[in-house]
């Protein structure tokens, strides 16, 4: 069993930067990869970024690509993401999950990001 806690969330203006984290607790060996989804009120949750065990592959949504940076610190059982020129359209609830095998998975409770001026 994995427990996931986001944090970071809040309110910034447009054009502005967050920095959100999932930090991960439980039973596990190791968690595979790891990702950020968002989930917009009235819109279904969509991919945002993942990243690879190692750090070394990473993938990101092209809405989000050039701006949001996702990185993760396995000795803390962390992931961040990094989102900068935040505009209106990122206001949403971002979720982190986390993938422990081709069948378990995880995800966090949300938390929320608004960007407004």
């Known amino acids: 069993q994995v427990q996931l806690v986001e944090s970071g969330g809040g309110l910034v203006q447009p054009g502005g930067s967050l920095r959100l984290s999932c930090a991960a607790s439980?039973?596990?060996?190791?968690?595979?990869?790891m990702g950020w989804y968002r989930q917009a009120p009235g819109k279904e949750r969509e991919f945002v970024a993942t990243?690879?065990?190692?750090?070394?592959?990473?993938y990101y949504a092209d809405s989000v690509k050039g701006r949001f940076t996702i990185s993760r610190d396995n000795a803390k059982n962390t992931v961040y993401l990094q989102m900068s020129s935040l505009k209106a359209e990122d206001t949403a609830v971002y979720y982190c999950?986390?993938?422990?095998?081709?069948?378990?998975?995880?995800w966090g409770q949300g938390t929320q990001v608004t960007v407004s001026s």
């Open positions: 990243i690879s065990l190692s750090g070394t592959y990473t």
């Open positions: 999950k986390a993938v422990l095998s081709t069948i378990a998975s995880y």
């Open positions: 439980g039973s596990f060996f190791s968690i595979n990869s």
